[in-house]
């Protein structure tokens, strides 16, 4: 019986580290090879120092200019482009190559803040892939053949009585938004679109109808003792995440000898880096955010004793109702220093 268990035991294929570990052949190295490997990669090495570098020619100045010195930093005051805020820049430049882009400390609204977007948009100016010249129906063209484009362009709507459209993106600039008014100017009826990838078309419908001026509103978290958001991202990705950020930390600084810090509550479906520095945060749908502003606004006419129809939705959530309740009490208690604002893109009748 045991020879005969010994004899089957004998049968069995001896597994070893090999077997065990199939891929294990791959990753031995034998130092003979590795010897080998590393003479070929000496003697690469010094076949290829043999060789003459290229030449490189450093070219003077012919005439100088002025504020240029050779490998000395010089800044310039700009303004950022990479979304409709319009920060302050200070941007970097050696040998004549802007190479740095920074938030410039002395403009009033961004204060010496960038964010990540305007910090990267430099990048654009080293795309190897961005457009070097105009282009006419998707071919890449000449200066003088866009001229001549638009001006027969501008004789046929003269004559057919046709109106111009020109569309571009949001621009800050005042030299760019003179030069686009004479250009409009010379068409006898012209209109002019901004359209922007993110839109705050709504915000701009409500000033309309709160302020009588299609302008996107400046925030003053700073001066605000109560802050109310649904839905709006102020501190990420709303309007001029830098100023408002500047304004929100002075409001809400431990270290400054004023006895004050504003509280924040944040009503939203994702979590964003808003609702992670609010004081309360509480998590509802997108389709709730349009009926809880409406019991607010409802709560707050109350209070001050006004008789005031205002559409309210019924809301089945006893977290919103309570923290509604107690939010319309704070912020009338707050009035004149109070902030609500509200990222919804959808429009409420």
Same mark, same amino acid.
């Given at each position: 019986?045991?020879?005969?268990?010994?004899?089957?035991?004998?049968?069995?294929?001896?597994? =070893?580290?090999?077997?065990?570990?199939?891929?294990?052949?791959?990753?031995?190295?034998?130092?003979?090879?590795?010897?080998?490997?590393?003479?070929?990669?000496?003697?690469?090495?010094?076949?290829?120092?043999?060789?003459?570098?290229?030449?490189?020619?450093?070219?003077?100045?012919?005439?100088?200019?002025?504020?240029? %010195?050779?490998?000395?930093?010089?800044?310039? +005051?700009?303004?950022?482009?990479?979304?409709?805020?319009?920060?302050?820049?200070?941007?970097?430049?050696?040998? =004549?190559?802007? %190479?740095?882009?920074?938030?410039?400390?002395?403009?009033?609204?961004? $204060?010496?803040?960038?964010?990540?977007? =305007?910090?990267?948009?430099?990048?654009?100016?080293?795309?190897?892939? !961005?457009?070097?010249?105009?282009? !006419? *129906?998707?071919?890449?063209?000449?200066?003088?053949?866009?001229?001549?484009?638009?001006?027969?362009?501008?004789?046929?709507?003269?004559? +057919?009585?046709?109106?111009?459209?020109?569309?571009?993106?949001?621009?800050?600039?005042?030299?760019?938004?003179?030069? %686009?008014?004479?250009?409009?100017?010379?068409?006898?009826?012209?209109?002019?679109? +901004?359209?922007?990838?993110?839109?705050?078309?709504?915000?701009?419908?409500?000033?309309?109808?709160?302020?009588?001026?299609?302008?996107?509103?400046?925030?003053?978290?700073?001066?605000?003792?109560?802050?109310?958001?649904?839905?709006?991202?102020?501190?990420?990705?709303?309007?001029?995440?830098?100023?408002?950020?500047?304004?929100?930390?002075?409001?809400?600084?431990?270290?400054?000898?004023?006895?004050?810090?504003?509280?924040?509550?944040?009503?939203?479906?994702?979590?964003?880096?808003?609702?992670?520095?609010?004081? !309360?945060?509480?998590?509802?749908?997108?389709?709730?955010?349009?009926?809880?502003?409406?019991?607010?606004?409802?709560?707050?006419?109350? $209070?001050?004793?006004?008789? %005031?129809?205002?559409?309210?939705?019924?809301?089945?959530?006893?977290?919103?109702?309570?923290?509604?309740?107690?939010?319309?009490?704070?912020?009338? *208690?707050?009035?004149?220093?109070?902030?609500?604002?509200?990222?919804?893109?959808?429009?409420?009748?």
């Amino acid at each position: 019986m045991h020879n005969k268990q010994r004899k089957q035991r004998s049968e069995l294929p001896k597994q =070893g580290k090999a077997d065990l570990v199939p891929e294990a052949e791959n990753f031995r190295f034998a130092r003979r090879s590795f010897l080998k490997a590393a003479g070929f990669t000496l003697s690469g090495s010094v076949l290829s120092a043999c060789e003459r570098a290229p030449v490189e020619k450093a070219i003077p100045y012919l005439v100088q200019p002025e504020d240029i %010195i050779p490998g000395e930093a010089l800044f310039y +005051s700009s303004t950022c482009r990479a979304c409709p805020a319009g920060c302050g820049l200070l941007v970097k430049t050696v040998d =004549g190559r802007p %190479i740095k882009l920074e938030g410039n400390p002395g403009h009033p609204l961004s $204060r010496g803040g960038l964010c990540a977007i =305007g910090q990267a948009s430099i990048l654009d100016l080293y795309d190897s892939h !961005r457009p070097s010249q105009p282009l !006419r *129906n998707g071919e890449p063209c000449e200066w003088d053949e866009v001229d001549l484009a638009i001006g027969k362009l501008q004789h046929d709507l003269r004559s +057919s009585g046709k109106a111009a459209y020109l569309v571009t993106g949001t621009e800050t600039s005042p030299t760019t938004n003179a030069v %686009i008014k004479r250009f409009l100017e010379a068409f006898e009826v012209a209109h002019w679109i +901004s359209y922007d990838a993110c839109s705050s078309s709504e915000i701009l419908d409500a000033h309309v109808r709160t302020h009588h001026s299609r302008l996107l509103p400046s925030y003053y978290f700073l001066k605000a003792d109560t802050i109310v958001s649904f839905g709006a991202d102020f501190l990420g990705t709303c309007i001029s995440p830098v100023e408002f950020a500047a304004g929100y930390r002075e409001g809400r600084n431990l270290e400054d000898s004023r006895l004050r810090f504003s509280h924040h509550v944040q009503y939203e479906a994702q979590l964003t880096l808003t609702g992670a520095k609010a004081d !309360r945060r509480i998590c509802l749908h997108p389709d709730r955010i349009s009926s809880a502003l409406g019991q607010l606004a409802g709560l707050l006419i109350h $209070r001050s004793g006004r008789d %005031i129809a205002v559409p309210v939705t019924p809301s089945n959530e006893r977290e919103v109702m309570e923290g509604l309740n107690g939010l319309g009490e704070r912020l009338w *208690n707050s009035k004149g220093k109070s902030l609500v604002v509200s990222g919804s893109q959808r429009s409420v009748s």
